[in-house]
């Protein structure tokens, strides 16, 4: 399995912006399924996008209109561009397969929306 880094988090005022990256230590090209999960303080983590390798996304009604999930399968990356970003996006965000798998979780990244 791949293991994965996150990147790209920080402190983002609300209605602003962020990009995240998720770097895969091998190749995603034959991994049909990437996928964004947010873990906010005091939850689970739970799914909110996904991408196929054909380029279908899809998003849950929390983040759609708001955020976009790529994926560049020549640099093994998966991006999330974050945009009018609320204080209730604020999270610990990571990448995975989807479903995911279990071993391939990495240490996410901190998102904090606040003024």
């Known amino acids: 399995q791949v293991q994965l880094v996150e990147s790209g988090g920080g402190l983002v005022q609300p209605g602003g912006s962020l990009r995240l990256s998720c770097a895969a230590s091998g190749s995603i090209s034959s991994i049909n399924t990437m996928a964004w999960y947010r873990r906010a303080p005091g939850k689970e983590r739970g799914f909110f996008a996904l991408?196929?390798?054909?380029?279908?996304?899809h998003y849950a009604d929390s983040v759609k209109g708001r955020f976009t999930i790529s994926r560049d399968n020549a640099k093994n990356t998966v991006y999330l561009q974050m945009t009018k970003l609320k204080p209730e996006d604020t999270a610990v965000y990571y990448c995975?397969?989807?479903?995911?798998?279990?071993?391939?979780w990495g240490q996410g990244t901190q998102v904090t929306v606040s003024s």
């Open positions: 991408i196929t390798n054909s380029g279908n996304t």
């Open positions: 995975n397969t989807y479903p995911p798998n279990v071993r391939s």
